[in-house]
């Protein structure tokens, strides 16, 4: 596995709230970017007030932290191993199958395009079949996310299938694909 040194996973940390806005109630989404995010502010704000991003940004935050407290799974930064500036998050979630959790990921707009979640992606789910000692990895992908496909393609996970009005979002239903990783496909 060829792991880039640019990035590394970290603990999600309070200064890393900015670089989430809200998409709806309890709902957050990464900040595309500065002037698309001032932009779609100055359209909202002409609609409702949004509550302050300083509390909502720390309260997401902290059900970050509390997905592992309460044993739901594990919720980390993608960190520039630099600066150490988020770039994104990686995620692992249990299942109700035993020894199965669910591995989500995304970058900021501005850190996308360079190949920098796939390392993410490796380190995470690696971890998740070695140390961890757990059985599978899912990942759930929607089929018109060619780059998403191409990351857990890149890791090593097989495709598994296509399940038909499977994801729920907030005003949609789509298609997923399904891939695995099983610590039989780690070389
Ligand atoms: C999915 C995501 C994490 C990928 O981030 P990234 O590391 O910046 O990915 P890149 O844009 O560098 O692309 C990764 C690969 O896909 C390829 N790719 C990207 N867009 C593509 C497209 N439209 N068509 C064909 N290939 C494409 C890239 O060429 C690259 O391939 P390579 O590694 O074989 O050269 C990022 O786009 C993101 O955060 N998206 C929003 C959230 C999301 O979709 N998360 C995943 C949910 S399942």
């Known amino acids: 596995m060829n792991l880039q040194s640019q990035e590394v996973l970290a603990a999600i940390t309070p200064e890393d709230g900015a670089f989430m806005e809200p998409s709806g109630r309890n709902q957050w989404q990464p900040v595309a970017d500065a002037q698309a995010s001032q932009t779609a502010r100055r359209s909202q704000s002409r609609c409702h007030r949004l509550r302050p991003v300083a509390a909502e940004g720390l309260a997401w935050i902290e059900r970050q932290w509390g997905r592992a407290d309460s044993g739901e799974g594990l919720s980390l930064a993608i960190a520039d191993a630099t600066s150490g500036d988020a770039l994104g998050a990686a995620v692992l979630m249990f299942r109700r199958q035993p020894g199965t959790v669910a591995i989500g990921y995304w970058l900021v707009e ?52 296509h399940m038909r009005s499977y994801l729920v979002f907030n005003a949609r239903r789509a298609d997923a694909l399904i891939y695995s990783l099983l610590p039989s496909d780690l070389a």
Do not use: H, K, M, Y
């Open 110 to 161: 501005r850190a996308r395009g360079r190949r920098l979640a796939s390392p993410a992606v490796a380190l995470l789910a690696r971890w998740a079949l070695t140390d961890a000692g757990l059985a599978r990895v899912e990942a759930l992908v929607e089929p018109e996310n060619i780059a998403s496909q191409r990351v857990v393609e890149s890791v090593g996970f097989r495709r598994e299938g």
